[in-house]
């Protein structure tokens, strides 16, 4: 769903490449010491123009920041598929595979330059970067905000596939079980699935949870399991007895919202049991 809809945004408005950018600089003749310089002096310019800046050249200033100093995106840098804006932010770095760190510094610096908006290479201020995930800048919160109650625990042990420290907790508060997050609505099934966290999901069907419960979208467990190929979560769920006839807010049901071919067989066959069973 997200994902789609965020691939043909991308494909649809691509900035444009360095090679048709308006910037007197030539970056080839740069030695390391000297693109290293422009470029932390681009980076350090950027925060100060953002609101002068269109979304696509700032994501674009964004993948060419995280390819330059981080190399190329690997699979554990994927945010999760509720993520919409850090799948954009995603998509514009993995759309960048195949610069070297260096070139990508050289198209950060063109990028900045070629927008006139003031920036001096040989200045630099004190910024806000970029952090290591796709969605999260680098600044850490103040310690005084970091609350932890009960229920950022419980979401955060399900969410890290950590099965002791849920155990203890729901122990202690049978109310967590189907409890939605303030912030997304989504429950610790929905959280756990979408993380990867298999022993935590499996555990909390095991405990009864809402295996039908659905998010604000009306995605369902099993929606999260088709749409992050968990199979062996979706056998859980349909075992436990998981509707796979639910459809969500895009009308569409999780086998419908599946890409893996086993999962869509899987999904396909309770459907069609499910349904004979309603006749």
Sequence with gaps: MFVALVHRWWNSGKPTSSSA?????????????????YFNSAASFLPSITDRVNEQVLLRLYGL???????????????SFYDVRGKKKFQAWSDLKGLSPRDAMGEYILEIDSLGLGWNPNVSVNRQT????????????????????????WFLSCQND????????????????????????????????????????????DCGADVDIQDPD???????????????IAQHLL???ANSTIRNEDDSTPQECAENDD???LLAVDLNVTQRSKR
Aim: charged share 25%.
């Design 218 to 232: 009306g995605n369902t467990p099993l929606h999260y399991a088709a749409y992050c190929t968990q199979y062996e």
């Design 162 to 205: 950590d099965l002791e420290v849920a155990e203890r907790l729901l122990a202690n508060d049978s109310n967590l079980l189907n409890m939605a997050d303030k912030v997304t609505e989504l429950t610790a099934l929905h959280w756990a699935i979408d993380k990867g966290s298999k022993n935590v999901a499996k555990w909390l069907i």
């Design 263 to 265: 999962l869509k067989v």
């Design 21 to 37: 950018l308006n910037s007197n600089i030539d970056v080839t003749t740069l030695d390391e010491k000297e693109i290293n310089s």
């Design 65 to 79: 920041y995280k390819l330059a100093t981080m190399g190329p995106p690997t699979s554990e840098d994927k945010p």
């Design 239 to 241: 075992a436990h007895g």
């Design 130 to 153: 970029f952090g290591k995930l796709p969605s999260r800048p680098a600044v850490e919160e103040p310690e005084e905000t970091k609350v932890e109650t009960t229920e950022a625990l």
